[in-house]
């Protein structure tokens, strides 16, 4: 089992940056895929980034050069680096973990706000 909680999320202008963590409870983290999901009012969750158990990234085309996701296998941690944001990317942020040999994502947090507004 593995339980993910999200923090870093909250109100920020135009062009600012935010940083979001995941922090994860359980063994064996260095073997899971770590993801960033979105989800907007009215929208379909969107898998934002993507970080392999190997630390190989990916990143949908509208944050690409914006967002770096990361991860401390040693904290237990994935991050998400939020620059340059801009009104679209206003939704609730979740992280989620799926093992080796999952197909789909297993494990979801609750999810953190991230409002872009001036």
């Known amino acids: 089992q593995v339980q993910l909680v999200e923090s870093g999320g909250g109100l920020v202008q135009p062009g600012g940056s935010l940083r979001l963590s995941c922090a994860a409870s359980?063994?064996?983290?260095?073997?899971?895929?770590m993801g960033w999901y979105r989800q907007a009012p009215g929208k379909q969750r969107e898998l934002v980034a993507f970080?392999?158990?190997?630390?190989?990234?990916n990143y949908a085309d509208s944050v690409k050069g914006r967002f770096t996701i990361s991860r401390d296998n040693a904290k237990n941690t994935v991050s998400l680096q939020m620059n340059n944001l801009k009104p679209e990317d206003t939704a609730v942020y979740s992280c989620?973990?799926?093992?080796?040999?999952?197909?789909?994502?297993?494990?979801w947090g609750q999810g953190t706000q991230v409002t872009v507004s001036s």
């Open positions: 359980g063994v064996g983290f260095n073997f899971y895929d």
């Open positions: 970080i392999s158990r190997l630390h190989i990234t």
């Open positions: 989620a973990a799926r093992g080796p040999s999952a197909t789909t994502w297993t494990y």
